[in-house]
C-alpha cells in the first residue's frame, strides 16, 4: 500500500455518442495522468446517457460481457497511462442478466477486479430495478497496486452496512461513482436537502469506518425521453473526505470538471488510534441487523 | 404517536454539587414545560461532574439504583409537569456491577423504560470502561405517549448498527445524550474535524433511517482532578436535526441554552416514500455484520 496516492476525478456531462464519451473520458484520464495520478476515478455508467430515466428494452444493447469492447477499451488506456483505473460498465452477463458493474484495471492493464451494484434503486426517473440484478459478489475490496479499493456504487451510498463491510474486508478507502440529480418541480430548499443528505451519508460513512470516501457524480441535465418528466439536472459536487469525514477537496455543481486530490492512506492509522470505533463494536448485538424490519 | 411534538433541550454547565446541579435542571425543565414541551431531554451523567476523567473507586458514590433517589427526583417533575422527561444517570444494579443508563418517564411520573449504554469509550480523560458495564438490554425504543423514543448515548452515536437496529425497531427519533468535548491540545483544525464528525456522524442516522435525531451534549470547562491534562472543554452544539439530516435547531458550542423545537414524526412517511432505503437492504448480504473483522 502507498501511503499517499494522487487520485484524478473525472466529472463529465454525458451525451448520446458511447465513442465520443469515450474519447473525452480517455482525453481527461490521460491529462490527470499527466499531473501524476496513479488512480483515475470516473462516474457511474459513463460510456452513454442515463438510460434508466425509461425502462426499454433497446437499452440492453448499451450492455456488453466483462471482458469486452469496453473493458479492452479502458483496459489500453489504463495500460498505456500505467495507472489504476476505476471504470463504471453496464455488464451483459447472460442474455436477460445484466448488472451495473465497476471495473478497476491495474496499471499493467489487466483485470484488477469488479463489484456489482449491491442495492438497486427504483423511483421515478431511475428506473434501475428493470435493467441491473442486484449484485452477487457481495463487499469485497478491489486488491490494486495503490491500495485495497472499497468500490461501491451509487445507491449503495445510503447504506451504512456496505460501508461497514467493505472496511472489515480491509478497504484502504471507499469510492462511490455516482449519477444522481434533481427533479426540477422539486424546491430549492428540498434540492439542498437532497443534495446534503448525499454528501453527509457519505461523510459519515468516512468518520464512522476511519477511511477515506471519494464520490464521483456526473453532471449535466439529461432529458427523460418519455417526456414524462422534465429530465434530470445531475447535481455534480464529486468530492473527497478523509477519514475524520473532512472535505478535502470538492468540484462544481454544474460544470465538468476534472480534479486532482491528495488522499492519505496513512492518516486513517492515526484517527482509527484515537476514535477506535471498531474495538467496541457490540458484535454480540447486531444479530437483527439481517433481518429485514424489526419484529413484524 | 403524536404527529408533531414540542421538544424542550437543556444543555447546562455541570458543577461538582449534585442537589445544585438538579435544583438547575429542574427549573429548565419546568421552563421547558411552561413554553409547551412535551418532551424534555436532558445531557448525559446531568447530574454531577464528568467523573470519568479520572478512575477512582470513591466516584462510585454517584450510583444510585432504578429505581430510587435520582429515578424518585426526577420521576416527581415529570408528573409536576406533565411532560415526557428524558434522564441520564449513572446505574448501581448491584456491587460492582454499574451502567450509564439513559431513564424515561411518561407525563404521569412512571418509568417508561431504559437504555444501558452498549458501547463504552475509553479514552485519555474519558476512561468509561472502568465505570460502566456495557449495556445488557439491546436496541429496544421506549414506548411513551409521544412515540417511541430509541435512547442511545454518547459513544453510541459512531455506530450506524445501533441507529440502524433502533429503527428496525420502530424508533419514531432518536435520542442522543452526549458528553463530548475537546482537550486544549488539540488544533483548532483538529478541534473542528472532530465536532463536525460528530455532527456529520449523527445527521446521517437520520438520513440513512429517515428519522429525526435529536443530541443533547453538555458545555463548559472541567478540570482533569489528576492534573494530567488540561481537562475537558464540552463543546455544547446540541442539535436537531429533521428525516434528511437537515439542522432544525442548533445550540451554543460555548454557553447554556434551553432551546424548545418542534419535531414533525410525520415527515418521515414522506421522506421514507421517495428514499424508501429500507426497501432495498441486502439482508441476504449483511451476515459479517456480526464479526470483529473481515476473515482475519
Redesign the interface.
Known amino acids: 500500500m502507498k501511503k499517499e496516492i494522487q487520485v484524478g476525478i473525472v466529472q463529465l456531462a454525458i451525451d448520446a455518442d458511447v465513442q465520443h464519451n469515450r474519447a473525452r473520458l480517455a482525453q481527461q484520464i490521460e491529462h490527470c495522468a499527466a499531473q501524476g495520478a496513479q488512480l483515475v476515478v470516473l462516474q457511474e455508467l459513463h460510456d452513454s446517457l442515463y438510460f434508466c430515466q425509461t425502462e426499454h428494452t433497446e437499452m440492453f444493447d448499451y450492455a456488453h460481457p466483462i471482458p469486452g469492447e469496453a473493458t479492452e477499451f479502458y483496459a489500453a488506456v489504463a495500460k498505456r497511462l500505467h495507472i489504476v483505473l476505476l471504470t463504471s460498465l453496464f455488464e451483459k452477463r447472460a442474455p436477460g442478466l445484466y448488472h451495473n458493474t465497476a471495473v478497476v484495471f491495474d496499471s499493467d492493464g489487466s483485470i484488477a477486479g469488479k463489484y456489482r451494484k ?4 427504483d ?1 421515478p426517473a431511475y428506473y434501475e430495478k428493470f435493467y441491473f440484478t ?1 449484485g452477487d459478489l ?2 469485497q475490496p478491489i486488491e490494486t497496486s495503490v491500495g485495497k479499493l472499497g468500490v461501491l456504487v451509487c ?1 449503495d451510498q ?5 460501508a ?2 467493505m472496511a ?3 478497504a484502504d478507502l471507499l469510492i462511490y461513482p455516482t449519477a444522481i440529480g434533481w427533479e426540477s418541480s422539486d424546491s430549492a430548499e428540498e434540492k439542498e ?2 443534495r ?2 448525499w454528501q ?2 457519505q ?3 468516512a ?2 469506518n476511519g477511511l477515506p470516501v471519494i464520490a464521483i457524480n456526473r453532471v449535466g441535465v439529461e432529458a427523460d425521453p418519455s417526456g414524462a418528466t422534465k429530465g434530470i439536472r445531475f447535481w455534480g459536487t464529486s468530492f473527497v473526505a478523509g477519514p ?3 472535505i478535502l477537496a470538492q468540484a462544481s455543481d454544474s460544470e465538468e470538471e476534472t480534479m486532482i486530490v491528495s488522499v492519505s492512506l496513512e492518516r486513517s492509522e492515526q484517527v482509527r488510534r ?5 474495538r ?16 413484524n
Open positions: 449491491m442495492h438497486i434503486p423511483d442486484p457481495g463487499f445507491w445510503w447504506y451504512p452496512e456496505a461497514r463491510l472489515m474486508n480491509g436537502r437532497q446534503s443528505a453527509i451519508a461523510r459519515a460513512h468518520v464512522s475524520q469525514g473532512e484515537i476514535w477506535p470505533f471498531f467496541d463494536r457490540r458484535i454480540d448485538a447486531y444479530g437483527d441487523i439481517v433481518k429485514r424490519y424489526g419484529n
